[in-house]
């Protein structure tokens, strides 16, 4: 689940109220301004006082969502979402053990991460 603002957008050419949404992957804009821009894209993100302002395909964005909320949105689209690796708490050394059905012989397993 991502996060949800209404605000102001301003771009070239015009501004206007949007309905910004920023996921995992993606920022999208919808009502004024119908855009969806993968956060891989985005450039020069930074906060100038109550906006967010990004560029993407050589378009500057600005969108008027408050200092706080601007800075935790800039925050986010600088932080990656992490890898599955970092979500499974394994590492390289470790194994689970297990017994076979019969409960007699132990096996052990390897971590999918292991090389």
Known sequence: ??????????????????????????????????????I?????????????IFASGGEEIALALGADTAARWAKKIATP???????????????AHGTTLTGLAPTRIRSPFSR
Not at 40 to 47: D, I, Q, S
């Open 1 to 38: 689940m991502g996060r949800e603002a209404r605000c102001v957008g301003r771009w070239k050419g015009g501004s206007g109220e949007v309905k910004a949404l920023l996921e995992s992957h993606d920022l999208i804009l919808r009502e004024s301004l119908k855009r969806t821009f993968p």
């Open 40 to 52: 891989a894209g985005l450039k020069n993100v930074r906060v100038v006082g109550d906006d967010l």
């Open 81 to 95: 979402p992490p890898t599955l690796k970092e979500k499974i708490p394994f590492t390289n050394a470790y194994t």
